[in-house]
């Protein structure tokens, strides 16, 4: 080999190793040549409701236009059914008392059958929040999800029925999590796990939507016809409207599974209300201002009661009457099919439970 070609091997040499040099620095796994990239920020969850994050294990949930509800009754009123609610306990933390404070709409989803200190719940606020500061002695550091949410987890154990768990969004959207939802409602939100869950109608100041089977399983023990009507259908929804000019207005509808089982259901609760309607007290005042009618497969509740009419129930109500006249008042849940008003409104023998005929087609 001449000094002449074994110069230019070297040369050739030198420039491939320069080329490969380049390639290493331009390419995505030449971490030796570039500086470090910023990771993107994550997607975040993306709902178009806050509903769409309540999960589908949850069989009630109750709808509250917590704003149109102070300025109809006042705060006292809302205070108080907070209080006597399902939920109470969780309701009473002090950080979902100064959202509710500051919420335009709540949805509270919870489990039937338990009792209030262990009630599984999701409590899912819309409204303004942008001042949110959860008690870092409580709370820990929250995780940002992207797209504007953000997670804050306890810091500490609480009791099954209190917030385990805090979504925010973006200062309109706050969602309280009790310890079993936790993974459910993470599934949902986090993940984009596509459920379907009851969603009450958004009619009235307070609307509701619940499975029928679950409300049947709860109430088996206390009132077991009406449970035996319930188990039959499949979904309850309903709302309750209140104007001072004209008063308050209810409508439930219960859909079950075949015509013949709604129209035995409705003939059933005539039945019953024809029943009660000379009771005294609230009981006889609800009955007499109540319509029931069969449509197809389903079964239409209305109950309207004028504003005179509420406040003599209010006064009843607060003066105690109603719970002494309540003692003596006949089981107030729909009667067996095909059984007479006599039958309907007589108590049953002492530590015997109404039997009902089967409302199966």
């Given at each position: 080999?001449?000094?002449?070609?074994?110069?230019?091997?070297?040369?050739?040499?030198?420039?491939?190793?320069?080329?490969?040099?380049?390639?290493?620095?331009?390419?995505?796994?030449?971490?030796?040549?570039?500086?470090?990239?910023?990771?993107?920020?994550?997607?975040?969850?993306?709902?178009?409701?806050?509903?769409?994050?309540?999960?589908?294990?949850?069989?009630?949930?109750?709808?509250?236009?917590?704003?149109?509800?102070?300025?109809?009754?006042?705060?006292?009123?809302?205070?108080?059914?907070?209080?006597?609610?399902?939920?109470?306990?969780?309701?009473?933390?002090?950080?979902?008392?100064?959202?509710?404070?500051?919420?335009d709409t709540a949805w509270a989803s919870m489990r039937l059958g338990l009792v209030p200190e262990q009630t599984d719940n999701v409590l899912v606020l819309s409204g303004s929040f942008a001042d949110l500061a959860p008690d870092r002695s409580h709370w820990l550091t929250p995780v940002d999800l992207g797209a504007g949410w953000q997670r804050w987890d306890r810091s500490a154990a609480v009791a099954r029925a209190e917030p385990s768990r805090l979504y925010a969004f973006a200062g309109e959207v706050l969602v309280f999590v009790s310890e079993a939802?936790?993974?459910?409602?993470?599934?949902?939100?986090?993940?984009?796990?596509?459920?379907?869950?009851?969603?009450?109608?958004?009619?009235?100041?307070?609307?509701?939507?619940?499975?029928?089977?679950?409300?049947?399983?709860?109430?088996?023990?206390?009132?077991?016809?009406?449970?035996?009507?319930?188990?039959?259908?499949?979904?309850?929804?309903?709302?309750?409207?209140?104007?001072?000019?004209?008063?308050?207005?209810?409508?439930?509808?219960?859909?079950?599974?075949?015509?013949?089982?709604?129209?035995?259901?409705?003939?059933?609760?005539?039945?019953?209300?024809?029943?009660?309607?000379?009771?005294?007290?609230?009981?006889?005042?609800?009955?007499?201002?109540?319509?029931?009618?069969?449509?197809?497969?389903?079964?239409?509740?209305?109950?309207?009661?004028?504003?005179?009419?509420?406040?003599?129930?209010?006064?009843?109500?607060?003066?105690?009457?109603?719970?002494?006249?309540?003692?003596?008042?006949?089981?107030?849940?729909?009667?067996?099919?095909?059984?007479?008003?006599?039958?309907?409104?007589?108590?049953?023998?002492?530590?015997?439970?109404?039997?009902?005929?089967?409302?199966?087609?």
């Amino acid at each position: 080999m001449s000094l002449r070609t074994g110069l230019d091997h070297v040369c050739f040499e030198r420039r491939a190793l320069c080329a490969w040099a380049a390639l290493f620095c331009v390419a995505p796994s030449g971490v030796a040549c570039e500086s470090e990239r910023v990771a993107a920020p994550p997607t975040g969850p993306r709902f178009a409701r806050p509903i769409e994050v309540i999960p589908p294990d949850l069989q009630l949930t109750v709808r509250v236009a917590v704003k149109r509800l102070r300025e109809a009754l006042g705060d006292a009123v809302v205070e108080r059914v907070r209080a006597d609610s399902q939920l109470g306990a969780p309701l009473s933390d002090p950080l979902i008392g100064w959202a509710l404070e500051q919420a335009d709409t709540a949805w509270a989803s919870m489990r039937l059958g338990l009792v209030p200190e262990q009630t599984d719940n999701v409590l899912v606020l819309s409204g303004s929040f942008a001042d949110l500061a959860p008690d870092r002695s409580h709370w820990l550091t929250p995780v940002d999800l992207g797209a504007g949410w953000q997670r804050w987890d306890r810091s500490a154990a609480v009791a099954r029925a209190e917030p385990s768990r805090l979504y925010a969004f973006a200062g309109e959207v706050l969602v309280f999590v009790s310890e079993a939802e936790i993974d459910p409602v993470e599934r949902r939100l986090e993940r984009g796990v596509e459920v379907e869950s009851i969603e009450p109608p958004e009619l009235g100041l307070v609307s509701i939507a619940a499975s029928m089977p679950a409300l049947a399983r709860a109430l088996r023990e206390k009132a077991p016809r009406a449970a035996d009507l319930l188990e039959k259908g499949t979904l309850l929804t309903g709302h309750a409207d209140f104007e001072h000019t004209t008063g308050a207005r209810f409508e439930f509808d219960f859909a079950f599974k075949a015509q013949e089982q709604a129209e035995r259901s409705a003939r059933a609760a005539e039945l019953l209300i024809t029943a009660i309607k000379d009771t005294p007290g609230v009981l006889g005042m609800v009955a007499r201002a109540a319509q029931v009618e069969a449509l197809g497969k389903s079964v239409a509740l209305r109950v309207r009661l004028e504003t005179a009419l509420l406040g003599r129930m209010l006064a009843r109500s607060q003066s105690g009457s109603a719970a002494s006249e309540g003692s003596s008042e006949p089981e107030s849940t729909p009667p067996a099919a095909g059984s007479t008003p006599a039958e309907a409104g007589s108590p049953s023998p002492a530590g015997a439970s109404p039997e009902a005929p089967s409302a199966s087609p």
